[in-house]
């Protein structure tokens, strides 16, 4: 059994940042593939940034393309995304999963173990 657990949300004005990370119960082939997804009031969920781990290779949504960077720290089984200009439609609960993958995937249905999730509000 994965474990996927985040930390890191909060508060923080428009324009501002935040780091958000993923602490990963193990490195093997089934989390080969982690990523960041976020569910707003809507109940909309969306793929944010994806990283395959083996080589780093990542990808991320347009919508925080040049804002946000999705990043992983092996020695310490820990996946980051750093938010930069963050805006209030940024807004909404944020998840970290893994995947057993062969690439970075931004859509939810290739992921099987999810953390229960951290807060991000931006106010304008």
């Known amino acids: 059994q994965v474990h996927v657990a985040e930390s890191g949300g909060g508060s923080v004005q428009a324009g501002g940042s935040l780091r958000l990370s993923c602490a990963v119960s193990?490195?093997?082939?089934?989390?080969?593939?982690m990523g960041w997804f976020r569910q707003n009031a809507e109940n909309t969920r969306e793929g944010v940034a994806s990283?395959?781990?083996?080589?780093?290779?990542?990808t991320e949504a347009d919508s925080v393309k040049r804002r946000f960077t999705i990043s992983r720290d092996s020695a310490n089984n820990t996946v980051y995304l750093h938010m930069n200009n963050l805006q209030p439609e940024d807004t909404a609960m944020y998840y970290c999963?893994?995947?057993?993958?062969?690439?970075?995937?931004?859509?939810?249905?290739?992921?099987?173990?999810w953390g229960q999730g951290t807060q991000v509000t931006v106010s304008s």
């Open positions: 990283i395959y781990i083996p080589d780093g290779t990542t």
């Open positions: 999963a893994a995947a057993n993958h062969w690439r970075p995937s931004l859509a939810p249905r290739d992921y099987t173990s």
């Open positions: 193990e490195y093997t082939y089934r989390t080969n593939t």
